[in-house]
């Protein structure tokens, strides 16, 4: 199959080649940008069939389609349900930083990190987190009731 022409062209688009034509006419759109030229002009002389109701066409197509879950309502929100609300919620995230922070802070990550550690010369300072626990004790103290007061 040197060049096709017009009729092999529309015996293309209506599907009435076999397998290994069909194959060579593929290979041929791809490689060849004048037979895409005469692939378009045989799909202009081609009729389409009418679809004797569109209507139900249409709705037969829509039936079969499942529908999406929105955009708003992620699929983990369907699934989690209750955890995914508790964690949606914006005081949660801040609750777990402050936790966060207060055990680094009581732990001392944030000591070595202090501009006057830096220094070579300085002298041994209370850490922060020290200075920190003593005044969450202190104030936890304050608060107890006289009864509990040795």
């Known amino acids: ?51 004797p109701d569109g209507e139900a066409f ?21 699934a989690g349900g209750r955890l995914y609300k508790i964690l949606g919620n914006q005081w949660v995230h801040y609750i777990a930083a402050a936790c966060i922070t207060m055990l680094f802070i009581s732990a001392g990550v944030f000591d070595r990190i202090a501009p006057g550690n830096l220094d070579a010369g300085a002298g041994i300072k209370q850490p922060y987190s020290e200075k920190m626990v003593q005044k969450a004790t202190g104030w936890l103290e304050n608060i107890k009731p006289a009864l509990h007061k040795p």
């Open 58 to 78: 249409a709705g037969q197509i829509m039936g079969r389609i499942t529908p999406y879950p929105s955009a708003a309502e992620p699929a983990t929100r369907q």
């Open 1 to 51: 199959m040197n060049k096709p022409d017009q009729q092999d062209w529309i015996r293309y688009v209506q599907g009435e080649m076999t397998g290994p034509e069909r194959e060579q006419m593929d290979r041929l759109l791809l490689e060849d940008p004048e037979a895409l030229h005469s692939y378009m002009t045989a799909l202009e002389h081609c009729t389409v069939p009418e679809l």
